[in-house]
């Protein structure tokens, strides 16, 4: 399906990854492009390079998971293709687990339930490696069992579970795209940080790196910037319509050489604290991605040095 001319909503588009989807979306040269977000962890900020871009983009400060509100954007904007992101992250649902698996549930089952009712044609679901848990095998493939490990796996699970009743049951026209761990500029570095952000904000601010557990554990990260291209591929081929597909890297790196590789980089010589392991952490995580590379051709362009790279330079320049 090509997205030129079409109307697009983004969820979440004031987010992290979101807002690196819009900026990638305006080069489709969609006809109408919408970001609804209601600024819980995202900023407006992170859409200014898209507004330069793109000076007809729409934004509205809703809740996904308001039926009201997103029928009437819907309808307002003739929305065609919904990506759908926005997401209470994994640290928050370690803190008020009962909320954040609410409101990731309820965003999900709106956007289907909107579809079912035909506000708009295709749906591109935002998923989460989260949903594997530990690796049962590796590397872990679409097909690997989904063994999740905290409230905000579940309700990602629960999420995805929901997209595909609707397509069986209701034929909503939906994909489920399942990124690894993203890293890059804007990535929130305040409440719910994940660990890159968090680990060059100490190091800025001259305190020593934490690692928790015994640094072992493994992740498969991958620049956000290759991610959004990922999932623009999948919107935009009709190869992987209907299917759940891995956007990754494919390669393991342990969150000792991670920390050591952002320590280098930002030239800090001084200790790395050890901390106990946090509830429900995964031990191994790494994608099977030949599902991505030989239905969208997706190579991953960023390596992690480079990428790391230009993500402290981006915390450096909006400390
Ligand atoms: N960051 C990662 O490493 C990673 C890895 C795998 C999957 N994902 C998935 O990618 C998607 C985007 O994640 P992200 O890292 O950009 O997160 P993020 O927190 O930066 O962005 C999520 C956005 O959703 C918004 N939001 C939250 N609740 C909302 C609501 N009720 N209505 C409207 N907006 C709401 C937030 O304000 C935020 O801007 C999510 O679906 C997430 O599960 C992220």
């Known amino acids: 399906m090509e997205l030129q001319g079409r109307s697009v909503l983004v969820t979440g588009g004031a987010g992290f990854i979101g807002s690196h989807l819009v900026d990638r979306l305006i080069r489709e040269q969609p006809h109408n492009l919408v970001v609804v977000d209601n600024l819980w962890l995202g900023k407006l900020s992170n859409l200014d390079s898209a507004y330069q871009a793109y000076p007809a983009l729409r934004f509205y400060e809703e809740d996904t998971a308001s039926t009201r ?28 687990p009962k909320w954040s698996a609410r409101q990731i549930y309820d965003m999900a089952l709106n956007i289907c339930e909107l579809g079912r009712r035909g506000l708009y044609r295709t749906l591109i679901h935002c998923s989460s490696s989260e949903v594997y848990g530990t690796s049962a095998y590796a590397p872990m493939d679409e097909a690997h069992p989904l063994l999740t490990r905290t409230p905000y796996a579940a309700a990602k699970a629960a999420a995805d579970l929901l997209v595909q009743s609707y ?35 100490r190091i800025l601010a001259g305190q020593a790196p934490v690692i928790y557990g015994d640094g072992e554990q493994t992740r498969d990260y991958s620049y956000v910037t290759d991610v959004v291209d990922g999932m623009v591929r999948v919107a935009t081929t009709d190869a992987t319509h209907g299917m759940v597909v891995n956007i990754a890297s494919g390669e393991e790196v342990s969150i000792e050489r991670l920390v050591r590789g952002i320590a280098a980089a930002m030239k800090y010589d001084g200790p790395i604290q050890h ?11 790494v994608a099977g991605i030949e599902r991505a590379r030989t239905l969208i051709a997706y190579r991953p362009v960023t390596p992690l040095e480079e990428g790391l790279q230009a993500t402290i330079d981006w915390y450096i320049d909006n400390a």
């Open 275 to 285: 901390q106990p392991d946090r509830p429900g952490d995964v031990r191994r995580h």
């Open 167 to 201: 397509q069986h049951t209701f034929a909503l026209d939906a994909t489920i795209v399942r990124p690894f761990n993203n890293y890059g500029p804007r990535q929130n570095d305040q409440n719910y940080a994940g660990i890159i952000p968090i680990v060059v904000r």
């Open 69 to 96: 509100a997103i029928s009437h954007i819907m309808r307002r904007e003739n929305i065609e293709v919904v990506f759908d992101l926005a997401t209470i992250p994994l640290p928050a649902s370690l803190k008020r």
